[in-house]
């Protein structure tokens, strides 16, 4: 099994990741409303 | 905007606190850190589910097809979630117990779970006209959250429970977290119902966004 | 509801009626059912039958046949309508109440007979010894009443639907799932020597209120299913 830090970093990784997507998601939709 | 922010803070905060500090259950070892990931995985599946049950009843009601993408929207996350909550389950079951599946009451809840929302997108995508759709759709969804205190209240008394699934939370009814253990596991809790919140929102804007263009 | 001088119970009757004589002359429903029934009970029975299993395994065994033999023919009372167009009429001149009741009992009817015909050809195919006569009368109705009752509603669901396939069982299986738990633990209860009908008092419960429970439910939600 790998060290418990490797795990966290892999983790913390994943996690900014899907944050990342997120706020990206959150412009697109606002531009997409403001569109309208 | 700020609570965004937050909420970044807040799960990074539980991502090294669920490795860095020590694991929640001494006796059954490392493993046992996954606690801190699935049980909200879970509890956010059930919320989605409460989420998009409430929205159909609605929708049933004023027929404001507004309800239909909040239950939509919800059902899709409570998919999501449930997926997450059954494999990071799993992975716990299989490191701890040695088995990837035990119908095990809380197992199974979820794994019932699980395929409700399955069924649900197999009825939507079976019905092609849209106010159809939405109607069967949130009549299912009505239909099978009844099931739900059955799989609460009955399933436990009827399966073994030998497997101390619940060992972490339920140990004497009462609350037996140590204070090591809720620094981490509350806001995770927190942090993934945002999570959540922030995805139901989004999904919501963009299913109804995409919805009024095609009405066009 | 239109107020009437005909009661509910005279309509649903009607509609039960008009339904059993339809498929008194085609049969369909009934021979899909005991078809399906009786082919999966000879499997069973040839590859375990005489294996002398527990009551558990016996149990579990009988209600997979009583279950996919239901998946087979239920759905039936509600897309022979659509299929045959009729639906329209129907929805036009029966009181939307009583065509659920009547529909419902159908399919306890048809469910009834499947039991009826299974359980004693399963009783002589396997090994199965039948310890508790009476308490598995009482789970196979119990057992009949809330399986209609889970499913009717979701075979009207599944008529409008327009690619059918295996939508029903798919729909079906998670919500019968108490069900399920329910009659295999009662009647491996029947099946067992220390069983009986005062062993399995916590089964008996969870059957007659998920029945009461579903069987509610559907009449409140079935409106929204048959009405356009």
């Known amino acids: 099994m790998m060290s418990n830090y490797t795990v966290l970093a892999v983790t913390l990784i994943i996690w900014f990741g899907i944050f990342a997507y997120l706020m990206v998601l959150d412009r697109k939709t606002r531009r997409l409303e403001v569109k309208k | 905007m700020v609570w965004k922010i937050v909420l970044l803070v807040v799960m990074t905060w539980v991502i090294v606190g669920a490795f860095i500090l020590p694991a929640p259950q001494q006796a059954i ?127 436990p008394r009827v399966l073994p429970s030998l497997h101390p699934s619940d060992s972490i939370v339920d140990e004497s009814g009462s609350f037996a977290m140590s204070l090591e253990t809720s620094v981490v ?32 | 509801m239109p107020k009437n001088s005909i009661g509910l119970t005279a309509k649903s009757w009607a509609v039960l009626r008009k339904d059993i004589q339809v498929e008194f002359r085609s049969r369909y429903a009934l021979n899909a059912i005991l078809l399906f029934g009786v082919t999966t009970l000879t499997v069973v029975s040839f590859s375990v039958g005489q294996k002398n299993l527990s009551g558990e395994l016996y149990a579990a065994l ?12 239920l759905a039936h009372v509600f897309v022979r309508e659509e299929d045959a167009k009729t639906a329209t009429v129907l929805r036009l001149t029966a009181d939307t109440t ?59 669901i599944i008529s409008k639907a ?53 069987i509610t439910a559907s009449l409140l939600l079935f409106e929204f299913v048959w009405e356009e």
């Open chain 2, 29 to 155: 070892g490392e493993a046992s850190r996954i606690f801190y990931f699935h049980v909200p995985q879970a509890w956010v599946a059930v919320v989605a589910f409460l989420v998009s049950m409430v929205a159909s009843v609605r929708f049933l009601r004023n027929g404001n097809r507004l309800e239909d993408d909040r239950a939509r929207v919800a059902a899709g996350l409570g998919l999501l979630f449930s997926l997450l909550a059954t494999v990071s389950g799993s992975i716990f079951a299989k490191v701890t117990w040695q088995s990837y599946w035990n119908w095990d009451p809380r197992e199974t809840s979820i794994l019932i779970l699980l395929l409700i929302y399955g069924a649900y997108f197999a009825l939507r995508t079976a019905v092609t006209e849209p106010e159809r759709q939405a109607r069967l759709a949130a009549v299912y969804a009505i239909f099978a959250f009844v099931t739900v205190p059955f799989l609460m209240f009955v399933i």
């Open chain 2, 185 to 216: 596991f509350f806001p995770s809790l927190a942090a993934f119902t945002g999570v959540f919140i922030w995805m139901y929102r989004l999904g919501r804007r963009v299913t109804t966004a995409e919805r009024l263009r095609i009405e066009e």
């Open chain 3, 62 to 73: 009988f209600w997979i046949i009583i279950f996919f033999s239901a998946m087979s023919g």
């Open chain 3, 98 to 156: 009583a065509v659920y009741w009547g529909k419902l009992g159908f399919n306890f009817l048809l469910l009834s007979l499947l039991e009826a015909v299974i359980t004693p050809l399963f009783l002589m195919m396997t090994d199965a010894i039948l310890h508790h006569f009476f308490l598995l009368l009482i789970i196979l109705f119990l057992g009949a009443v809330g399986l209609a009752g889970a499913t009717t509603l979701i075979a009207a």
């Open chain 3, 162 to 214: 327009s690619v059918k396939g295996a939508l029903f069982a798919v729909l079906s299986f998670p919500i019968l799932l108490p069900l399920l738990i329910g009659v295999i633990n009662g009647t491996t209860k029947a099946l067992t020597a220390t069983g009986g009908v005062t062993q399995a008092s916590s089964e008996l419960q969870l059957l007659t209120s998920y029945a009461v429970v579903m």
